[in-house]
């Protein structure tokens, strides 16, 4: 009876934990992307997006930790703007210090190291010098929007666990799947494909350029191996997030208030909410997902200057083909790369 007792009383936790985080990545993501949206922020997903990577990454979260992500988030802007200011005049210059820095990031993301700051360095230094190349104006306008957004993710995300608090301790953050066989051919890997997007995007000047990179720095993070199946799902979850982006802006554009907003965000996030908690193989594909729909739908929802109806349509069919290049490349690169890795490492062994 003690050990059914005992079976009975896990499964009762594990039900209540994973529902508590349903409903936390749905009240933190619909009520920042609705303050977003709201006080017209140019990118009004950012604090949602921030709130459902702090929520899905750690099992809890602290005032000290919270207060720890938004300084980081400051920290790393002012370092990319100086980056921005010192080498806006020599591009290639700029490029090379970009390149060492991202792959410094995904070095450290892969081997499980300083994740929060690797986290927040990859997502600077991808976009901020990437829109100071065209205006340093709109770049400021950016990080005003990364650092009120990580400031207001962090309430949120405190928030969220004071609503549904974890009934035990969980404080220490979830590990990232070791599936990284050779961390230096996956970091070179993913390196490679953002760069060749950055470098697509640094001299456009298209308005898609940052949603497209935010987008693919999701990806890329997600830990994966590079196989067919594992690619072909992540291409399957970006196009169900760029779906449902499409649906909740229809819904959005016929009843234009605030209260709709909320009450739609608010049903998507149930639904991929219950997806990423309920884990497994799968979580990373819904965690692309949901992240694509929101940077889709922050990006239809942003004001343009000409019919954003049109513009909505074919800025999704952009990310999404975006999104399946990086996956793609990425698998591809990270096969090649880490069968030579390997093969380097079977030559010293003999």
């Known amino acids: 009876m003690s050990a059914s007792a005992d079976i009975g009383s896990f499964e009762a936790k594990s039900s209540h934990e994973t529902y508590a985080l349903v409903f936390r990545i749905a009240f933190a993501t619909s009520i920042g992307f609705t303050l977003g949206h709201v006080l017209g922020w140019d990118f009004p997903f950012l604090a949602a997006?921030?709130?459902?990577?702090?929520?899905i990454g750690s099992r809890s979260l602290n005032l000290q930790q919270a207060i720890g992500f938004a300084v980081l988030m400051t920290a790393g802007c002012i370092f990319s703007v100086l980056i921005a200011q010192v080498f806006l005049e020599t591009p290639l210059v700029l490029l090379l210090v970009l390149a060492l820095l991202i792959f410094f990031a995904f070095l450290l993301l892969a081997r499980g190291q300083a994740v929060p700051v690797a986290s927040i360095?990859?997502?600077?230094?991808?976009?901020?010098?990437?829109?100071?190349v065209t205006?340093?104006?709109?770049?400021?306008?950016?990080?005003?929007?990364?650092?009120?957004?990580?400031?207001?993710s962090a309430i949120l995300v405190l928030l969220a666990y004071a609503f549904f608090?974890?009934?035990?301790?969980?404080?220490?953050?979830?590990?990232?799947a070791a599936q990284v066989k050779a961390p230096f051919a996956a970091a070179l890997a993913n390196a490679a494909t953002l760069l060749s997007l950055i470098v697509l995007f640094m001299f456009s000047g298209s308005p898609v350029s940052v949603i497209v990179i935010m987008t693919a720095i999701t990806i890329l993070q997600q830990p994966a191996a590079a196989g067919y199946g594992t690619a072909y799902g992540f291409v399957m979850g970006n196009v169900a997030?760029?779906?449902?982006?499409?649906?909740?802006?229809?819904?959005?554009s016929l009843f234009p208030a605030p209260a709709i907003l909320f009450l739609v965000m608010l049903l998507f996030g149930l639904a991929f909410g219950r997806r990423i908690a309920e884990g497994g193989a799968l979580a990373p594909i819904y965690v692309v997902a949901l992240a694509t729909?929101?940077?889709?739908?922050?990006?239809?929802l942003t004001p343009l200057p000409t019919d954003s109806g049109a513009i909505f349509i074919s800025r999704v069919f952009n990310v999404v083909i975006a999104a399946a290049y990086t996956i793609g490349v990425a698998s591809v690169l990270r096969a090649l790369f880490e069968r030579a890795e390997t093969g380097k490492w079977v030559v010293v062994e003999r």
């Open 121 to 132: 360095l990859l997502i600077t230094t991808s976009v901020v010098p990437l829109v100071a």
């Open 135 to 152: 205006s340093l104006d709109v770049a400021y306008g950016l990080v005003h929007s990364l650092i009120a957004g990580s400031f207001l």
């Open 293 to 300: 729909f929101l940077i889709v739908l922050g990006l239809g």
């Open 241 to 252: 997030g760029g779906v449902s982006a499409t649906v909740a802006y229809l819904l959005v």
């Open 165 to 176: 608090p974890v009934r035990h301790d969980t404080s220490e953050p979830i590990e990232r």
């Open 49 to 55: 997006l921030f709130a459902a990577q702090l929520l």
